[in-house]
């Protein structure tokens, strides 16, 4: 079992900056995959990057460049730096974890680009 708690969500301008941060209730290397969906209203949910030890980092086309994942093992958290934002980027961010076969998820987190 793994629990994720995120944070970091919120209202921004276009061209603005956050960072969301996934803390995981276990040592995130034991963990195979980490990641950052989101949902916007309306659409599926969408794989935004992704990190693990062996392939490093991945991303969706429309935020390299962008977007930037990382890590902290002592505090088993991972970050999603996310600058120039754009009014496309509004959605429900989702923490993912995958163990094996099994895969977590967190509450979720609201992004909202707006001016």
């Known amino acids: 079992q793994v629990q994720l708690v995120e944070s970091g969500g919120g209202l921004v301008q276009p061209g603005g900056s956050l960072r969301l941060s996934c803390t995981a209730s276990r040592n995130i290397f034991s963990i195979n995959v980490m990641g950052w969906y989101r949902q916007a209203p309306g659409k599926e949910r969408e794989l935004v990057a992704s990190?693990?030890?062996?392939?490093?980092?991945n991303y969706a086309d429309s935020v390299k460049g962008r977007f930037t994942i990382s890590r902290d093992s002592a505090k088993n958290t991972v970050y999603l730096q996310m600058n120039s934002l754009k009014p496309e980027d509004t959605a429900v961010y989702y923490c993912?974890?995958?163990?094996?076969?099994?895969?977590?998820w967190g509450q979720g987190t609201q992004v909202t680009v707006s001016s």
């Open positions: 990190i693990t030890s062996a392939v490093g980092t």
């Open positions: 993912n974890a995958r163990v094996v076969v099994s895969s977590y």
